[in-house]
């Protein structure tokens, strides 16, 4: 029913920049926090950023300074602005997205995105 799809990531050059989409789409009452998470290759998963239903935002440590999460609630698509690149950015970035369905009982629950690659290569 309810489903994100990540977009814009790719090749990049260091010092460049991308900026990645997340489109929710289904049967959802209310997006409440969405997240973007990235693993690295040989990484473990980590934060990069979320935000909030009222647009408050959080942040990794790397990302701190380098990157703008936004959301634009009547797309229902969240926004990762990625400046600076480095290679150490280079990762299949995840968006999962908390929301509550219009169902009877108004499930909340996280869909998760097929992610997408970024990668930061001279």
């Known amino acids: 029913q309810v489903r994100v799809v990540e977009s814009g990531g790719g090749l990049v050059q260091p010092g460049g920049s991308l900026r990645l989409s997340c489109a929710a789409s289904?049967?959802?009452?209310?997006?409440?926090?969405v997240t973007w998470s990235r693993q690295g290759p040989g990484k473990g998963r980590e934060l990069v950023a979320s935000i909030d239903s009222d647009s408050r935002p959080n942040y990794g440590d790397h990302a701190k300074g380098r990157f703008t999460i936004s959301r634009d609630n009547d797309k229902r698509t969240t926004y990762l602005q990625m400046n600076n690149l480095t290679a150490e950015d280079t990762a299949v970035y995840y968006c999962?997205?908390?929301?509550?369905?219009?169902?009877?009982?108004?499930?909340?629950?996280?869909?998760w995105g097929q992610g997408t690659q970024v990668t930061v290569y001279a």
């Open positions: 999962s997205a908390d929301v509550t369905s219009t169902s009877l009982y108004r499930s909340r629950y996280s869909v």
């Open positions: 289904g049967s959802i009452l209310r997006i409440n926090t």
